[in-house]
């Protein structure tokens, strides 16, 4: 059964410190999206690609946040310097444009804690 | 600005009674509605959907029903069982650039009660 992975699971780190958020679409799908969840907003949309290319990433706090797709199998997410609001659980999806209606799969978060 | 907005943080139902899980939108170019459910520390997966054209999509206990005039859907399940306890959040789609795009709603914890 094909996922979405994710890596780390949890993150405590300490405020002005840099944090990596890695994720691993399922083989084939060519669109990943990076959400986050909070208690205010749910799933927030922070930024998403289509083969590689970012289409989207006006979510993003742009000073601090940044997003990539270094290749076909790896998404990153990194936040630098990091902030106590940023504590929350991030979620990358991943879907393919070829199916009219591909349900996005998610992976099972990273839990990040600020201090 | 909240174009998917679920009302109600938190639900709780008997078991074997039916919950009626509601979502509101505001932009009229969303195409498809989805509703995804949320297990503690895992990801959201997909339940079911409906195509704007449609008003209703039933699939085993779940029904979604389209209201396009009023802008509102709700995903009823019946009868509820104990493992329908989860957070339900809304989605809708947008097509952009070639790439489907979902913008969800803030969810709805459901609590079934035995």
Redesign the interface.
Request: glycine share 14%; net charge positive.
């Given at each position: 059964d094909a996922r979405v992975t994710q890596t780390p699971r949890h993150k405590v780190t300490e405020m002005g410190q840099e944090v990596t958020m890695r994720c691993q679409p399922i083989l084939g799908h060519n669109t990943v999206f990076w959400y986050r969840q909070t208690m205010m907003q749910g799933l927030e949309l922070l930024a998403y690609f289509r083969n590689r290319a970012p289409l989207d990433d006006s979510g993003m706090p742009k000073d601090r946040f940044s997003a990539e797709m270094p290749d076909a199998t790896l998404a990153t997410l990194k936040i630098q310097p990091s902030e106590p609001r940023d504590s929350a659980v991030y979620f990358c999806a991943s879907g393919s444009h070829r199916v009219f209606l591909s349900p996005l799969h998610f992976g099972n978060g990273t839990r990040l804690t600020v201090t | 600005d909240?174009q998917v907005k679920?009302n109600s943080p938190s639900l709780s139902v008997q078991e074997g009674r039916i919950s009626i899980l509601n979502c509101d939108y505001t932009n009229s170019m969303f195409d498809?509605f989805?509703w995804?459910k949320k297990y503690p520390?895992?990801?959201?997966?997909?339940l079911i959907?409906i195509s704007s054209i449609k008003d209703k999509n039933e699939d085993g206990r779940f029904t979604v029903f389209l209201n396009k005039s009023a802008k509102h859907l709700s995903l009823h399940i019946v009868p509820s069982q104990p493992g329908d306890s989860a957070v339900y959040?809304c989605?809708a789609?947008l097509i952009?650039?070639?790439?489907?795009?979902?913008?969800?709603?803030?969810?709805t914890r459901l609590t079934i009660n035995p």
């Open positions: - | 909240q679920q498809y989805l995804y520390a895992e990801g959201p997966t997909f959907s959040f989605a789609r952009i650039q070639g790439a489907q795009k979902l913008v969800f709603g803030q969810g």
